[in-house]
Every structure is written in C-alpha cells, then in structure tokens.
C-alpha cells in the first residue's frame, strides 16, 4: 500500500489528517490516515486506484494549511544498535524500481524531540549515511547536482526511521515546513517571529523586494507592544500602530510609527495602505469578516492575519473562516489569492496571507 508520511504542529495530527483526507478526496484520491499522539507526524495510507504519484499532481502542499510538509514513505524502519546504515541501504535496495535519483538525504528529527544524545547521533549521521547512499548507487555522485526528489529520513528515535522522498517541485520550503528563526534583542516581543516566517512562507523569495520594498505604508491592527510594528519598520514602511495599549518606546522613537490608541476591529484609516496586519488572536470569524471588509474596500494590497481556532472544532472553524472569505471576494469585481499555514511560531492559531491580484 502507498502512503504519505505527513509533518504537522505536535497535537494537531487530526486536524492534518482530517484536512489531507478532505484534499486529496477533492482531486480524486482516497485514503485515510493513521494519526500518532503528539507526535508531529502522521501516515496516510491510500486505498484507491490512484497512487502517490498522482495524489503529488493534483494536490499542492502549499493549498493545506495544517500539513506543514510531506513525503512520499518508502519504508518503516526497525533499526538495529549496530549498522543502522546498512539498515537504510537494504530497505531503498528492496524499493529500487521506484525510488527516484536523488542527490542529497536530510536527517529529520521530531519537532518535539527532547533526545540530546539523538540530536548529536542525527549530525554525525549524515556524512558516513551519505557516503554509503553513494557507494551504492543510491544517490548521485554529486550532492549539488539537480534531482527530482531529496531523499528524506525521519530519525524517530534511536530504533525507528521513517524513510521517504520529497519531490523538489512540492514539498515545504523548509525541511518539515519549519523555518527557524532568530529573534533579535530588539524586537519588541516573540509574536515577530511570526510576521517574519509567513514573508518567509507565503511570498516567493526572488520577489521579496516587490512585496515588501519601496518604502511602503502599514496597518498593524492590536498593535501593542508592537512585534509586527517592528517587523514593518525594519522594512522601512510607515506604520500606523492601532491599539488601546501602550507600545513600545523604542519603536514610537523611530519616527516611522504613529500610535492610535482605538479598538482594531472598528478603526480605519482615511486612506488606502500597502499592508494591513492583523494580530489580535480573538474571534476567527469576525477577524475573517474584517478582513474582506478591508480588502472588498480597498483599504490595502496585502494583510496577514492570525486566526485563534477554538480547541475542540478547529477544522472545522477553519473550514468556516475560509468560507467566509472565498465566498465574499469571489464576489469582487478584482482577484485575489488566499493561502494560509500553521506556522511554526504559531500555536492555536494560523496565520493567512491575502494579496490582491490587479
């Protein structure tokens, strides 16, 4: 049987699967999915006539929002104390009719993983796994040269290894969908982590700068103390900071953040901006209907916004929010184009990115 071994938030593997079953139901594929607890990653097991490969073709990563990244499973590995190497070797050898030319293996951890020793192991792995991958004929010579896949090994722990292949032209930017970021001394707070992973996710890299140069203007709505605010500055826009709460010194001496203390949900600006932030984690529904309501007005271009999914319905609350928004700027006489993700540096929430398409 065919499966897709599937990395998402720890504790939030239904919701990945739910969302993956739903998907891949949608472009004709069917399976269902073994959830793990907490583990950060599940299967999912097809059952029909298509097979991964066309799943790959008709489904984009990019359109899922709980599933941060995936791969195509080769093999469930038992690993042995000694010769975990020869272990991987024989395993892709019984899968070599379908295994693909792959150029370079990544050594995954569990987001969660708490193993030092595993850590340390997973480094030191890589170069002596790589070799032998080489040797026999299982990777190109040269680990820069072009392949149509990465061969992908999930080190679950010291006895279990997940082996599969990502295909270069649909897996996450980064491996497992996480992008690690630094948080200066300066930032106002932890929540600028988040604006700056979803430019890293949702804007495509070579265009960055037309996004986010020029010297453009902002909106940063619940604003206080002011983590996106910061963001935008460093960016060299001019920020109007919307909340009730105090904002950071350091940034209101910028000279680039004018502070107006009033309820983010009802204030709007006089004229239209670039960017419009949303980071108030309360109400999904009414964020979502705000939101439109900016965008169907013309108030800005661009807006990332958070959406706080309540505990026990959060799918399903998703699947509502979306539905608010597709169906109101279907409506519009301009396009646009929604994508949203569960961030690393997010929690309960997940994070949407619209832009307007004229």
Known sequence: MEY?????RPGFETEAGREMTDAAAAVGVFGYFQPGARQGHLLFCLTGPEGTATLLQRLNLLDLVFVRDWMVGLADLELPATDRVGAVIQALQSVAS????????????PEDNADGDLGNFARKWVAPLSRALRGAGLLKPDASAQAPARLDILLVNFERALVGVSPANNRARFPGGIARLRLPASAPSRSALKLEEAWKVFLPPEQALDYLGGGKSAVDLGAAPGGWTWQLVRQGMMVTAVDNGPMNA???ASGQVTHVEADGYHWKPKRAVDWMVCDIVDHPRRTSHMVVDWLMSGLCRYTVFNLKLPMKKRYEEWLICRGIMEDALAEAERGFRLRASHLYHDREEITCFIERLD
Request: glycine content about 4%.
């Open 4 to 8: 897709m071994i599937l990395f998402c």
């Open 98 to 109: 379908g295994f693909p030319n792959c150029a370079r293996v990544e050594v995954r951890l």
């Open 250 to 252: 350091d940034l209101m």
